[in-house]
């Protein structure tokens, strides 16, 4: 049980650091920043307000995820996100439903992933150095290494370089697994499961993450 939680916690961070396609200050920060730094300090960002927010979400739980999605907000698309889980079904969404669905999704993110990681003042998250030179390259792979008491995960960011010199994650693998296909997998299976029926969906999301 254990495991099975962090690995769902850990995914939702994954996916906030995927949200950088639509931050304006990642972008800004990704022109001087190179794609290994990037990624960490994201990764630090996020795990900052965690572990020190443990108090609060005990005595304050509400507090303690708005502080949460504030950390998120300033570095992460959730409607870019949101789209991207959606994927076909997007174009077929009427503007309020897309609306609820990023709402539901934020939400959903923010509590799993807030609630996941404060279990785990022990988790250690470590870049790893690229591998040779990178600095001409327009691709690169950052690898991270996340230990924990049970085990140690590792994780493959597929950073590519746009026109303006900003660094972009395209893709995260866990342990092998294809996140993003992973979510957009489930949403496309609960439409199956729910006839087509974009609110049924969007209401059974937040219990099904």
Same mark, same amino acid.
Request: proline share 1%.
């Given at each position: 049980? &254990?495991?099975? #939680?962090?690995?769902?916690? #850990? ?11 639509g931050s304006v200050a990642a972008a800004e920060a990704a022109k001087s920043e190179t794609p ?12 900052s307000v965690i572990k020190s927010g443990e108090k609060t979400l005990k005595e304050n739980p509400?507090?303690? #995820? ?7 907000e300033s570095t992460v698309s959730f409607p870019f996100i949101a789209k991207n889980v959606m ?19 934020? &939400? ?10 404060? %279990? ?33 995960? &590792? ?5 590519? /370089? ?8 395209? %893709?995260?693998?866990? %342990? ?6 992973? #979510? &957009? ?10 006839? %087509? ?9 937040? /219990?099904?993450?």
């Open positions: 049980m &254990r495991q099975r #939680f962090f690995a769902t916690s #850990f995914q939702w961070l994954l996916l906030a650091v995927l949200g950088l396609w290994h730094q990037v990624v960490q300090g994201v990764t630090d960002s996020v795990m509400d507090a303690y #995820f708005a502080k949460v999605r504030e950390s998120l994927a076909s079904y997007w174009s077929q969404a009427s503007e309020a439903q897309r609306d609820q669905f990023t709402e539901t999704f934020t &939400r959903g993110m923010v509590e799993t992933l807030g609630k996941g990681l404060a %279990n785990y003042s022990d988790l250690k998250i470590t870049t790893l150095p690229p591998e040779g030179d990178v600095s001409a390259m327009k691709r690169v792979e950052v690898i991270q290494e996340v230990a924990a008491a049970d085990g140690t995960s &590792r994780i493959s960011y597929t950073m590519a /370089q746009n026109k303006s010199g900003e660094w972009k994650l395209i %893709n995260v693998v866990l %342990n092998g697994v294809n996140l993003g296909k992973s #979510f &957009r997998d489930q949403f496309a299976q609960s439409m199956k499961q729910n006839d %087509n029926d974009i609110d049924k969906v969007i209401a059974t999301w937040a /219990q099904k993450a």
